[in-house]
């Protein structure tokens, strides 16, 4: 089992996704349902679940299995979204993804590249990974200024590549590895360190994915 931290950075605090989260959760998902729903993960055989509590327990037994870390997002001390580490390959890949929402009272704050940073850093250091990726869909502008301001460089088009909002959708692939970020994600956005451009996608991408109608 991989254990799961708390960690803070001001007033943002990534912390072990909990039973008890269930309340807290189902009213965040509620609440924001029009501004979750475009970026929201769908089944294409078209069964959907609305089962909180049940998500969260298969989230606690994948992280028991050692093959992801599912967070609480805070904002002062409030239950604002979910950043999960899913895929964890340790050996010759040492990877792993990141996939997070915030509600949009929290957004604007700084808490999701804070979160980003705190678990980026926790994968490199304390995990011993070697490579975090995230993959965005090309018109979700919010997410795109997180990479942009953290640096995660660009790899490239997935065509296709994730069921979201009832339709399979092309994603931009991000990624940083550890030997990039010697000091850490988060001190070298915190200096104002991040190379200028390193997380912007190309306009020869922008305009591929434009052609690609619809995402």
Request: proline share 6%; aromatic share 8%; charged share 20%.
């Given at each position: 089992?991989?254990?799961?931290p ?39 055989s ?21 093959l992801?870390?599912p ?26 993804t990141?996939g ?5 009272s929290?957004a ?12 980026t ?23 795109l ?9 660009y ?61």
């Amino acid at each position: 089992m991989t254990t799961i931290p708390t960690l803070t950075e001001g007033r943002t605090t990534i912390r072990p996704l909990r039973l008890r989260d269930t309340r807290d959760l189902d009213a965040a998902l509620s609440e924001n349902r029009s501004w979750l729903r475009q970026w929201e993960a769908t089944n294409p055989s078209g069964f959907t679940s609305h089962d909180v509590r049940g998500s969260i327990r298969s989230l606690q037994i994948n992280a028991r299995a050692g093959l992801g870390l599912p967070f609480a997002i805070e904002l002062d001390g409030r239950f604002v979204g979910q950043l999960n580490v899913s895929g964890i390959a340790y050996g010759s890949l040492g990877s792993a993804t990141i996939g997070y929402w915030v509600t949009q009272s929290a957004a604007g704050h700084g808490v999701t590249p804070t979160a980003v940073a705190l678990a980026t850093d926790h994968c490199f250091g304390s995990l011993g990974l070697h490579r975090m990726e995230i993959c965005i869909r090309p018109e979700n502008g919010p997410s795109l200024r997180v990479v942009e301001k953290l640096g995660f460089r660009y790899e490239g088009l997935r065509r296709r590549y994730i069921h979201i909002n009832g339709m399979w959708r092309d994603h931009f692939c991000f990624a940083l590895v550890a030997d990039e970020v010697p000091g850490g994600v988060l001190r070298r956005w915190r200096e104002g360190l991040v190379p200028p451009g390193q997380g912007s996608v190309p306009p020869e991408a922008l305009a591929e994915s434009a052609r690609s109608l619809p995402w």
